[in-house]
């Protein structure tokens, strides 16, 4: 598994499971698939309520605990440096641990400056591997890592081959923050991913598909991906992309295909705010 050192040295997989939109029951069996299949990260999240379903899958899957990279986020409710710090400790009991390799700001909305304290606090007391955040703008990220202490190791945020997010990777280079992409499949536009001839006929080329195409173009790139899938064959599809390398030519191809523009609601329409308190 190819791993990407984190501005802490800490060790990240560069490809994980993402458990978004997975019901309970179904998330616990998804995730002991992945496992079995070698993913090592595992990416959830307080708004996700399948923190315990992914507890019980670590319990059961028979692989010890520092193999694996347990990820979650605090949701905005928790905003405030007390019930972040209370969340995190919350969340840590429902995934069964006693520590997490990296926890995320979900949402760059309300007193997030708060939240991350509590993150930094829990960090310092080697609760926490890595900290970090999700859905922050080049602006606001650069804003929270010049005024506080410990900058955040990566920042989470929708990308893929329609939306590749370019100004915003240079600026995680120029503030040593790492690149994580969600919804690197173009979720409710993965068919058209699919359908997309260019990534066809390289896919063809290489003897793969194109979802994992998709996926190598990101990894390519030093970005990290966490496809989601609720089936065990594309589990294990998702995470063979290590036996073929794109070249410059493709990669230069699949570039062309950037829209520049987020598939939901954009984090600077205010309309998110009342998006994510629904
Ligand atoms: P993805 O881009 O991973 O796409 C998931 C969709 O693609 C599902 O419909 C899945 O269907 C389908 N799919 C998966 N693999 C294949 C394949 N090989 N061939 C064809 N179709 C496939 O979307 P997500 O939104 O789930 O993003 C991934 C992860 O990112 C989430 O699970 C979550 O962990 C994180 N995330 C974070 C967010 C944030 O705000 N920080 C927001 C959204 C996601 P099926 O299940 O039927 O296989």
Not at 79 to 102: G, I
Not at 135 to 157: C, G, H, K, W, Y
Not at 191 to 203: K, V
Not at 219 to 239: A, D, F, L, T, Y
Request: aromatic fraction near 10%.
């Amino acid at each position: 598994m190819e791993k990407i050192k984190l501005n802490n040295n800490i060790e990240m997989p560069i490809i994980g499971f993402g458990v978004f939109q997975l019901p309970e029951k179904e998330c616990e069996e998804c995730v002991i698939d992945a496992i079995e299949a070698n993913y090592r990260l595992i990416d959830t999240a307080q708004a996700y309520y399948n923190e315990e379903a992914v507890g019980r899958a670590i319990i059961r899957c028979g692989v010890p605990r520092e193999e694996l990279f347990l990820a979650t986020k605090g949701w905005v409710t928790e905003h405030s440096y007390e019930k972040a710090r209370m969340s995190v400790m919350t969340s840590m009991r429902k995934l069964q641990t006693n520590y997490l390799d990296l926890v995320l700001i979900h949402q760059p909305l309300g007193d997030y400056y708060a939240a991350y304290h509590a993150l930094e606090d829990l960090y310092k007391e080697g609760k926490l591997w890595a900290i970090g955040i999700s859905n922050f703008s080049a602006e606001r990220m650069a804003d929270l890592t010049a005024f506080n202490e410990i900058p955040p190791a990566v920042n989470q945020v929708e990308t893929h081959l329609f939306f590749q997010q370019n100004t915003l990777n240079e600026w995680m280079s120029k503030l040593g923050i790492q690149h994580e992409a969600w919804g690197p499949l173009a979720e409710h536009r993965v068919s058209e991913l699919l359908d997309n001839q260019a990534i066809i006929r390289i896919a063809g080329k290489y003897g793969k598909t194109p979802a994992q195409v998709a996926l190598r173009f990101n990894i390519q790139r030093g970005i990290v991906v966490i496809p989601k899938s609720s089936k065990q064959e594309r589990i294990r599809e998702n995470i063979d992309i290590f036996d073929f390398v794109l070249t410059d030519d493709e990669m230069s191809e699949i570039r062309t295909l950037d829209e520049n523009k987020s598939l939901w609601l954009p984090y600077d329409d205010p309309n998110i705010v009342e998006m994510a308190m629904s």
